[in-house]
Every structure is written in structure tokens, then in C-alpha cells.
């Protein structure tokens, strides 16, 4: 395992000195963030920028005064997005492997500092290895928000990361990370190329066993966000790979009590009041659940309580409880990010 850490180390510090050394798409952002992230991004310092590995938007909405644990922060190009979302009485951890990176990030906290007009920085950077969390001065239950952008799959124990993750949560907190997931677990060939490895790759998870890694955690119920299929665009690791296929998946995972491992039906149903800031008319929970201002919806118990006993509940109108039971909920969709009919078809080597 230490050998695995240094090389990740290594390929993060000498071979990666950019976003554009990368040798595939799979550590690449595709879509375009949301005009009020990119306001942000117009902040961000050039360099930290240049340095940026993410394979997708790890931002969620509702983040003032929130504490935030960004798992693998690299550079720190989305702790200094959160750090700006959470306002100066917020504050947002770093934690990345890679002394090279945290250099980066710790060298421009003044910059953004002044950048973002608070008084002292709101960020934290310290080096340390997503695999040891519990080893680390991190406080069990003080954090609101986890975060991570691509790089659990970098880690060799994800079942501990995940586990540990949960464990630094506050009751109704969240993690809400992008990884990359493969539609079939990958030979123990392919996770031993060092280059298939740090691209993010070969570390990827069959989807279905993140699924019940996730839930062994504590996790009951995984949502995901938004999913898209990665395109290598490398002739060489492409033949390498074979038919395996690749996506980028945000999933949002609740530390919240009593989950049920299925949608059940107790009647209920919720209304979005419209007062999630850059979220006006709609809130996306996940790629299933969409919530238009005004509009009632029927729910199942397990989304009833992500909305009421988290962070967003003063932006619900709440109407049941849970004193009669009718069976199972059939209006939820099904977690499966490997579906083509769902799965955006429009891929893009761009990076934001």
C-alpha cells in the first residue's frame, strides 16, 4: 500500500504539473458549472487552477456558515469555491497526500483571503492521507459537509475512507463527492499500471460494489446527482481497458438514522418554498428528484427525512408523518448511473 501512496504522490507532484499533462479525460471536469460558480472561478488564482484534477462539480447548494472536509484537495481550487460559498463565518478543511499540492493551495489562502474581502482566511490546508482519517486531529461528528473530487478511487481502502467519512459527519450531514466507476470490476492486472492507476482509472469502483460499500458504512440510501460516460481518447490505455466502461458519477450520501434500504410510501409529500440561494425555482436532491417552487410532491419516507432533517428543511413545507405505512414507494427511480437511456450521451475533453 505505501508503494501505491508514493507512486499517486509522485504522479500528482513530477508527472502532473498541469491539467493539460493529463494523459485521458477521466480526472476532467465536463460540463459547465453554474453561472454563479463560475463568478467564483473568476477569483480563483491562475495557478491553482492550472493544477486542477476534478472529474466533476463536488459544490452542492445551501453552504453558508457550513464546516467543510475536502478529501483529496489538491491544489485547492474547490475548498477556495466553498470557501467563498460558506462566507467568512464558515470554514473549509483541505486535506490532500501530496506536499507538493498543499504548498500550492496553503502559498494563495491570502490571495483569496483578500480576494473575497474577509478579514483572515477561512481555510485550512494540512497534508495528511484520505486512508487515515481516524488517525488524523479531525474532531468525529463536527463536520456538515464532506467533499471530494476524484480521488477516492486513488485509495486502496475505500471501504475505510467511506467508513471514517461517516464517522466525521454531524447527524444530518453530508458527503457529496464525484468519482469515476467502472461497469465491471477491473483485474488486478489493470489496477497495477501505474499510469491506468493515477489516471484515475483502474482504482475506479465497480458501481455495484461502491453501492454496498457505501451502505456498510453507514450510507443507507446513496443518491446520485448526475452521471456522465468518460471517453478515454487515448488509443494507447483504451486497448489497454478493453470493453470496460467508465463513467463520472456525484453521488450525495446522508448520515441520517433509520434510512430504510427502500423507498417506502407513508403518504407523504413536500413543497419547495424557492429559497435556496442560485436554486430560485428549482432544487435538484438528485437525478430523480426535482423540486419546482410551489409545486407539491409526493415523496418517499427515505427523501421525506433528507429534506427535513438536514440542512434543508426551513426550505420545505413538510405534510405526513410516518404513522402509516402503504407500501413500497413506486415513484422513486432507480440508483443505476450505468443506464444509457439516462446517462448523458454528449461527452467533452474540455476542462472548466
Known amino acids: 500500500m505505501q508503494n501505491r501512496h508514493e507512486e499517486v504522490q509522485k504522479y500528482y507532484s513530477e508527472t502532473l504539473q498541469k491539467s493539460e499533462d493529463l494523459k485521458t479525460n477521466a480526472c476532467c471536469t465536463m460540463d459547465a458549472p453554474p453561472s454563479y460558480i463560475k463568478e467564483v472561478l473568476e477569483q480563483i488564482h491562475p495557478e491553482v487552477l492550472a493544477k486542477y484534477y476534478g472529474c466533476g462539480l463536488t459544490i452542492p447548494s445551501e453552504l453558508n456558515n457550513l464546516k467543510i472536509l475536502d478529501l483529496g484537495s489538491g491544489s485547492g481550487r474547490d475548498c477556495f469555491i466553498a470557501a467563498k460559498l460558506v462566507g467568512e463565518k464558515g470554514k473549509v478543511v483541505g486535506l490532500d497526500m501530496t506536499k507538493y499540492q498543499v504548498e500550492v493551495a496553503k502559498k494563495y489562502e491570502s490571495y483569496h483571503q483578500k480576494a473575497f474581502g474577509y478579514h483572515q482566511p477561512?481555510?485550512?490546508?494540512?497534508?495528511?492521507?484520505?486512508?487515515?482519517?481516524?488517525?488524523?486531529?479531525?474532531?468525529?461528528?463536527?463536520?456538515?459537509?464532506?467533499?471530494?473530487?476524484?480521488?477516492i478511487n486513488l485509495a486502496q481502502n475505500k471501504e475505510k475512507v467511506l467508513k471514517d467519512a461517516f464517522q466525521l459527519l454531524?447527524?444530518?450531514?453530508?458527503?457529496?463527492?464525484?468519482d469515476v466507476y467502472a461497469d465491471r470490476r477491473i483485474s488486478s492486472e489493470l489496477q497495477n499500471d501505474e499510469v491506468?492507476?493515477?489516471?484515475?482509472?483502474?482504482?475506479?469502483?465497480?458501481?455495484?460494489?461502491?453501492?454496498?460499500?457505501?451502505?456498510?458504512?453507514?450510507f443507507t440510501d446513496p443518491r446520485a446527482v448526475e452521471f456522465s460516460p468518460i471517453e478515454i481518447n487515448n488509443p494507447v490505455l483504451e486497448k489497454k481497458v478493453g470493453n470496460i466502461?467508465?463513467?463520472?458519477?456525484?453521488?450525495?450520501?446522508?448520515?441520517?438514522?433509520?434510512?430504510?434500504?427502500?423507498?417506502?410510501?407513508?403518504?407523504?409529500?413536500?413543497c419547495y418554498k424557492g429559497s435556496i440561494i442560485n436554486s430560485k425555482n428549482q432544487f435538484l436532491l438528485d437525478h430523480h428528484h426535482f423540486f419546482e417552487k410551489g409545486k407539491i410532491e409526493r415523496v418517499c419516507g427515505n427523501t421525506f427525512?433528507?429534506?427535513?432533517?438536514?440542512?434543508?428543511?426551513?426550505?420545505f413545507d413538510f405534510y405526513g408523518d410516518f404513522s402509516t405505512h402503504f407500501g413500497i414507494f413506486e415513484g422513486c427511480g432507480v440508483n443505476m448511473p450505468f443506464n444509457e437511456n439516462l446517462a448523458s450521451a454528449e461527452t467533452s475533453s474540455s476542462c472548466c
Open 122 to 151: 477561512n481555510t485550512h490546508f494540512i497534508e495528511g492521507n484520505i486512508e487515515e482519517l481516524d488517525q488524523l486531529d479531525l474532531q468525529k461528528s463536527s463536520f456538515d459537509l464532506l467533499i471530494s473530487n476524484c480521488v
Open 170 to 178: 454531524k447527524e444530518g450531514g453530508e458527503m457529496y463527492f464525484s
Open 196 to 218: 491506468l492507476w493515477g489516471e484515475c482509472l483502474s482504482g475506479a469502483l465497480y458501481w455495484n460494489d461502491f453501492l454496498q460499500l457505501a451502505k456498510k458504512a453507514g
Open 245 to 270: 466502461k467508465f463513467y463520472s458519477v456525484t453521488y450525495r450520501l446522508f448520515k441520517i438514522q433509520d434510512l430504510e434500504n427502500d423507498c417506502e410510501d407513508y403518504g407523504q409529500a413536500v
Open 305 to 315: 427525512k433528507m429534506l427535513q432533517e438536514t440542512r434543508f428543511k426551513k426550505h
